[in-house]
């Protein structure tokens, strides 16, 4: 164990995840294991900016687990990108004694912590929370089984109405660079046809797909679109090309947005969360720094957090072929 860290800061960062709140629990009761001093940081470096700290100890975390969104806040931080106000956090670290710190967040949150590193030899230690599920080195980041659950849920009761009224519905999902939303919940909720940004279908593809769904007596169906998709520049021009060419459909557009990250998390993502925040900690406490914490073959592992940012999260090749072999 390092003898130099005996006191553990912890923020979340970005845009909040389902399993961020576990991973903080995580967080504070290994510091508490290990007889460590644990400090929530609130609102990201933000709060690490204006001194915003509170320690936490393992009853300041209680009925946490099941909680979605962030119990230290979240915000973006100008200040921080720049190096006044870098100074500022770290000045700020120093003078509450806090040795090192654990950041929860995505690819924004690794980079602000990634140049905190470099500028002042600075512990850090990063654990993904995003649902979009982007970031490199980890298979599943906290949020993302929980946003997959979310959306086959809304899914499936918007299929119940397409069916009712012989009706196309596209169902736009949250993706803005990646489709692992998108393709996972769409062949997860039996979509006729997925649109992801990592492959371009085409207009006209699309529509050969639904011709041929029509033709073979569906009279209904479900498009699942990532935000991020290029087929169209958003997805109600592509709502009013698929009329154009298809005037026989009834077509309808849900945006399901942010009700995506809400929500108490799943199982999946308390465990998760939980197995990541003893990993971040007890990193710290053996001398590692500037690692990001992941699930790689249902093993936990280290990515430096120079790879986990500039690496291609990679959209699951045999997922793909399962789609277009489901959508027949």
């Known amino acids: ?4 860290i005996k006191k553990i800061g912890v923020l979340t960062s970005g845009g909040d995840s389902p399993g961020m709140n576990a991973a903080i629990r995580s967080v504070v009761r290994t510091c508490a294991y290990h007889n460590i001093e644990c400090i929530g940081i609130y609102r990201g470096y933000q709060g690490m900016i204006e001194g915003d700290f509170k320690e936490m100890g393992p009853r300041s975390v209680n009925n946490i687990v099941n909680k979605g969104g962030t119990i230290l806040k979240s915000a973006r931080s100008k200040e921080f990108m720049t190096p006044e106000g870098r100074q500022r956090a ?3 670290l120093v003078n509450a004694n806090i040795d090192a710190l654990v950041v929860i967040g ?5 980079t602000g912590a990634e140049i905190f590193n470099n500028e002042f030899g600075y512990p850090v230690m990063g654990i993904p929370g995003t649902i979009d599920n982007d970031i490199f080195g980890t298979s599943h980041t906290l949020g993302f089984d929980t946003a997959l659950n979310t959306v086959v849920d809304c899914i499936d009761k918007i299929r119940d109405t397409a069916s009712s ?9 949250m993706g803005r660079d990646a489709g692992h939303i998108a393709l996972n919940a769409g062949i997860g909720a039996g979509a006729e046809e997925i649109l992801i940004p990592e492959q371009d279908l085409g207009l006209e593809r699309l529509l050969d797909s639904l ?3 029509k033709a073979s007596g569906k009279s209904s169906s479900i498009v699942v679109i990532a935000e991020g ?3 169209g520049k958003n997805v109600f021009e592509l709502k009013d090309y698929i009329e154009e060419n298809m005037p026989e459909y009834d077509i309808r557009v849900s945006v399901l947005g942010h009700m995506q990250r809400g929500g108490s998390p799943s199982c999946y993502d308390r465990v998760l969360a939980s197995r990541l925040g003893v990993k971040a900690v007890e990193s710290l406490l053996e001398g590692k720094s500037n690692y990001m914490v992941g699930i790689l073959n249902d093993k936990v592992a280290l990515t430096p957090l120079e ?3 500039k690496g291609h999260s990679e959209i699951d090749r045999e997922l793909l072929r399962v789609s277009d072999i489901m959508t027949t």
């Open 90 to 92: 770290h000045q700020n």
């Open 229 to 231: 998709d290029k087929i």
């Open 165 to 173: 009224h012989n009706r196309l519905f596209l169902v736009e999902v």
């Open 307 to 309: 790879n986990a940012i």
């Open 106 to 110: 995505g690819d924004g949150t690794f």
């Open 1 to 4: 164990m390092s003898k130099n």
């Open 211 to 213: 011709k041929r769904s």
